[in-house]
């Protein structure tokens, strides 16, 4: 299986990093104001924003030789959590695109959304 590229400092991502974690809850309300509540997941779903805005050539080829290889947001791979260090093994893009400015010579920047998957 396919890792998330490491940058040349050893880090997951650049600062500033988001991560979010979304719960999903069914609320069925009946005619007598009593309410009945269950969990669409069996556990959270997580997000990471992973900015990439300082990179060096050789970082951003491998970024798109990654995007390429995972055919956009159909692959899947494994993505440590810059928080926990906990490795994820079933996280794909979240979009189908990869956008990637080049702000100087031998710079660039992007945004990745990584998901983990259930």
Known sequence: MLEFPI???GAVSQYPVRRVTAFSTRILRYLDGSEQRFRLFTAPAR???VN???LDEREADSFLKFYW???GSAGRFSFTDPWTDIMHTNCSLELD???LEYTAPGQCRGTLVVRQNR
């Open 69 to 71: 290889s995972l055919q």
């Open 97 to 99: 695109e990869l956008r």
């Open 47 to 49: 997000k990471w924003i």
């Open 7 to 9: 940058l040349k400092t």
């Open 52 to 54: 990439l805005s300082a």
